[in-house]
């Protein structure tokens, strides 16, 4: 007894704050490294937004007029509803790769390697893929164009032409996402209840009513981060404008994050507070799905522990 | 399972399927087989107008040439060098604050951890121009160490998300057990939960290279020079120069994508359980 006490009492400071202090010691480099990189910069870009700021040259405080300027702005209009159309149709990932992963979760020969290789898209850099859809959109003898021109008589020139060419980048960017919802819904799909699809089975649920009744309750986790990563990959959708047309033809395919990257850092100029403001929009639009991703996330977290 | 099992239907039925596969497999990768095939095109295939039948013969020349004739070789190896000490770099990191965050309960643990959640869906161009200032004055503009350093830092928000959640499934009573033996707490990092972890690096280590091998925004953003690109903002660049040269766009492509390619069907399982984390409850 005696001897545990004189023993408790030699402790080090160390040895008895050791609890406390360790998470702190093992967090501060990466905390460090996230503050710096991440956190801060999301403060700096605000306050930049309110200057005149080419990147060299002194900032020159301006107050809002970055903001008003964004108002008038055409180009920063047809970007916004860009944005816009983007979300919409990203969506439809979510119920094309639930089509495909439902195709998909059979148990025959070889499925393993079709499930792999359907996934494949969404392996392949961006780039890769803007120059594959480049080459199956390409005027003249793009496969795409002599499709419609077989049909039609006429080829559609998709990427040169201001009404179909955000469509075409869309389309080139679902290819990557539906492969990344399917393999979402694949995993869910192997961990629904096998019990409860059967006594649905017995009760003579079949087809799209035990999918909707049955199924898809149980792949809600599944459906939640699809659409999550959905939300995110549109409103990211820089790689594919930038690659596939460079905001053209005529700006029509200008999303907020291409423009903004043209305003500040590209040949047409280096205006940095504006482009800022056009982030911190970008930044608002995010805010508003993450706030609520991030509070479903917190209202499971406390519902477990 | 859903849906019904094929081989519980008719022969006709497990038939069709059998058919069916192949062939949407080869619509669905249609993009990807028209490049592969343009890539050993010859180009005077392309002069005369044969872009779509068998190419004349195959012209692996088209791969040497992008090779001898383009900086693609740099590209590639600027590549690894912005890759690799990002995998590494990151997985050091949060090996860390997942550990931190996995086991010990303290206050603002929760706060600290959503903070990194949060991070991870922020739109790049609010920390664009901070970002570049930021690499500019501490010397690494234009340098693939600079790449790789803001590269760490906003991964660690992601693998610290899968870390914490690796870590705080694992058993608490084998930690518990190890304090009251007086294992220092380093120790139990370092002995006990670290190679339990091994599953989670492999898995995170994969995804990781992959995300950082395509990434083309902040390639853009902070390397300007062949010197220091890595391949996707060179293939951007190289693209300009190919104008309607497709034979040796594609092979480009393809030299481009296979790296983070190959790693998938390697590690293939890793991949997926990385990337379905939170899929399944």
Redesign the interface.
């Given at each position: 007894m005696s001897m545990s006490s004189t023993n408790r009492q030699s402790r080090t400071w160390w040895q008895k704050n050791q609890q406390t202090l360790t998470p702190w010691l093992f967090l501060t480099p990466g905390l460090l490294m996230f503050a710096v990189y991440v956190v801060w910069p999301i403060f700096a870009s605000f306050q930049i937004s309110f200057y005149d700021y080419d990147g060299l040259s002194t900032k020159e405080y301006i107050g809002t007029a970055n903001y008003s300027e964004l108002w008038s702005d055409r180009a920063f209009k047809t970007s916004l509803y860009n944005n816009v159309i983007w979300l919409v149709l990203y969506m439809l990932a979510v119920p094309l790769g639930l089509m495909i992963a439902i195709f998909l979760n059979q148990t025959v020969r070889g499925i393993r390697i079709y499930k792999s290789l359907f996934f494949f898209p969404f392996v392949i850099s961006q780039v890769v893929v803007g120059l594959m859809f480049a080459w199956f959109y390409a005027p003249n003898f793009g496969l795409l164009y002599k499709v419609i021109e077989f049909f039609t008589g006429k080829g559609i020139a998709i990427l040169a032409s201001p009404h179909y060419a955000t469509y075409g980048i869309i389309a080139a960017g679902l290819w990557p996402q539906i492969a990344y919802v399917m393999i979402l819904y694949l995993t869910g799909l192997n961990n629904v209840s096998p019990d409860q699809v059967e006594a649905a089975r017995l009760d003579g649920a079949k087809g799209f009513k035990m999918l909707w009744y049955v199924i898809l309750p149980q792949l809600r986790p599944a459906t939640f981060i699809a659409v999550v990563v959905t939300v995110i990959g549109a409103l990211r959708s820089f790689d594919l404008v930038s690659i596939m047309t460079n905001g053209g033809p005529f700006g029509s395919t200008r999303v907020l994050s291409y423009y903004m990257y043209e305003q500040a850092l590209s040949e047409y100029g280096f205006r940095m507070g504006y482009g800022a403001a056009i982030a911190v929009v970008l930044f608002g639009i995010m805010m508003f799905f993450i706030s609520g991703f991030v509070w479903k996330m917190i209202r499971d977290e406390r519902g477990m522990s | 399972?859903?849906?019904?099992?094929?081989?519980k239907s008719g022969p006709a039925a497990?038939v069709m399927?059998?058919i069916?596969?192949p062939v949407?497999?080869f619509i669905?990768?249609?993009?990807?087989l028209?490049?592969a095939v343009?890539s050993v095109r010859p180009s005077s295939d392309l002069a005369s107008?044969n872009?779509?039948g068998m190419p004349s013969y195959f012209a692996w020349e088209n791969y040497v040439s992008i090779f001898t004739d383009s900086p693609i070789g740099r590209y590639i190896f600027n590549s690894f060098k912005v890759t690799i000490p990002t995998v590494i770099g990151t997985l050091a990191?949060?090996c860390?604050?997942g550990?931190?965050?996995g086991?010990?309960k303290?206050k603002g643990?929760?706060l600290?951890f959503?903070?990194?959640?949060?991070?991870n869906?922020?739109?790049?161009?609010?920390?664009?121009?901070?970002?570049?200032?930021?690499t500019y004055s501490l010397g690494m503009y234009n340098t693939t160490m600079g790449l790789a350093?803001?590269h760490?830092?906003?991964q660690?928000?992601f693998c610290?998300l899968f870390m914490r959640n690796f870590i705080s499934a694992l058993p608490k009573e084998l930690i518990e057990a190890a304090r009251v033996e007086g294992v220092?707490?380093?120790q139990i990092?370092w002995h006990i939960v670290l190679p339990l972890m091994r599953p989670a690096i492999a898995a995170l280590a994969v995804l990781i290279f992959?995300f950082i091998?395509?990434d083309?925004?902040w390639a853009?953003?902070l390397t300007t020079s062949a010197s220091t690109q890595p391949v996707?903002a060179g293939?951007?660049s190289l693209?300009g120069q190919w104008v309607a040269a497709?034979h040796l766009?594609?092979a480009g492509?393809i030299i481009?994508?296979l790296p983070?390619?190959l790693m998938?069907?390697m590690m293939?399982k890793h991949f997926?359980a990385g990337?379905?984390l939170?899929?399944?409850?």
């Open positions: - | 399972m859903f849906p019904r099992p094929i081989e497990r399927y059998q069916a596969l949407a497999l669905w990768l249609f993009p990807l028209g490049v343009t107008g872009y779509f990191l949060s860390l604050t550990f931190a965050l086991i010990y303290f643990n929760l600290i959503f903070m990194f959640v949060a991070g869906f922020v739109p790049f161009q609010i920390l664009m121009v901070p970002v570049r200032d930021l350093m803001f760490i830092a906003f660690t928000g610290t220092k707490e380093w990092f992959t091998w395509n083309f925004f853009t953003v996707t293939l951007s693209n497709w766009v594609s492509s481009a994508a983070p390619v998938f069907f293939q997926i990337l379905t939170g899929a399944v409850k």
